[in-house]
């Protein structure tokens, strides 16, 4: 658990370092509009996780016949190539291309998640995950930041050179000290998709889940390609506009990290579905002003 908590730390530090710059190397390729880079913007971003929702299943299929800790491996060597390749773009279509590929490589924090989840004991799972999604909250308040100072001290391109260094310390790590008690099921045990769903106890609730999570992401990725805009069109005069969006983009990450462990052992006592509805309803509440 604590390779994969540095995994998905490294991970998330990495990743989270691309929204507060892509406006700026979008523009540094030759977008000059702000418009237009609000709009490249939006799409290089949502192209990686549009892309994931195709292919993520497929993952996750393999997963199950081959181990999780080859889909580490194999999402933590992928990234890092095309994050080093993305610092040498010479245009849009180089970024948007390399981008889409990202979602196609990518998936090490929920095989991590899936990983920790098939191995951990049962009355554990709780304190387990909510400790291990510290790791990708600590790497996203800590990405930002690192990221903005790193994009105004060495440069755009060179930041995405330390997020492919990063993400090949992940692979090697992962690599050297994770293990896993995999047991391949024999082909005549594996059902297909239909009977998968028709022998879950509440395949309603499955289904719930899912409107739930695309509800809540659709409202986290709908504002992260554009602040880095947003934040400039306050403060057209800022000199620090990269390191600025690093700060704002961390800001929500401080309380999660004191939130999760805290949250992933009251649901072990009261249930995931009640802490779910009071976590939902308190972002909503505070999302509005």
């Known amino acids: 658990m604590y390779i994969c ?30 418009g237009s880079v609000a709009m490249w913007s939006g799409f290089a971003y949502g192209s990686t996780t549009l892309v994931m929702t195709f292919v993520s299943p497929a993952w996750g299929k393999l997963a199950d016949e081959y181990g999780r800790k080859p889909m580490l491996l194999r ?9 080093a390749l993305t610092a040498f773009v010479s245009s849009i279509g180089q970024l948007v291309v390399l981008r889409l590929l990202m979602g ?62 990063l993400l090949l310390l992940n692979f090697f790590l992962s690599l050297r000290f994770i293990r896993e008690e995999f047991v391949r099921p024999e082909r005549k045990n594996v059902k297909n998709l239909r009977e998968i769903w028709h022998s879950l106890p509440d395949p309603h609730m499955l289904l719930w889940m899912f409107v739930t999570t695309y509800l809540v992401m659709t409202t986290l990725f709908f504002v992260q390609p554009m602040l880095t805009i947003y934040i400039q069109a306050l403060d057209p005069q800022t000199d620090h506009l990269a390191l600025l969006a690093g700060f704002a983009f961390a800001a929500s990450g401080i309380s999660a990290v004191l939130a999760a462990p805290y949250l992933g052992r009251l649901a072990d006592r009261v249930g995931a579905q009640k802490v779910l509805c009071i976590s939902l309803t308190f972002a909503a509440a505070v999302s509005i002003p």
Request: proline share 4%; glycine share 14%.
């Open 75 to 83: 999402a933590s060597l992928g990234m890092a190539v095309i994050l």
């Open 104 to 165: 196609i490589i990518s998936g090490y924090n929920s095989g991590a998640i899936t990983l920790i989840a098939t191995e951990t004991p049962r009355e554990k799972s709780g304190w387990a995950l909510g400790t291990l999604s510290t790791g990708a909250v600590c790497g996203q308040l800590l990405g930002p930041l690192s990221g903005g100072y790193l994009a105004e001290a060495v440069g755009v391109r060179e930041n995405f050179m330390v997020m492919g260094i």
């Open 5 to 34: 908590w540095i995994g998905t730390f490294l991970t998330s530090a990495a990743l989270s370092q691309v929204a507060p710059i892509l406006p700026l190397y979008i523009h540094e390729l030759g977008i000059s509009d702000m």
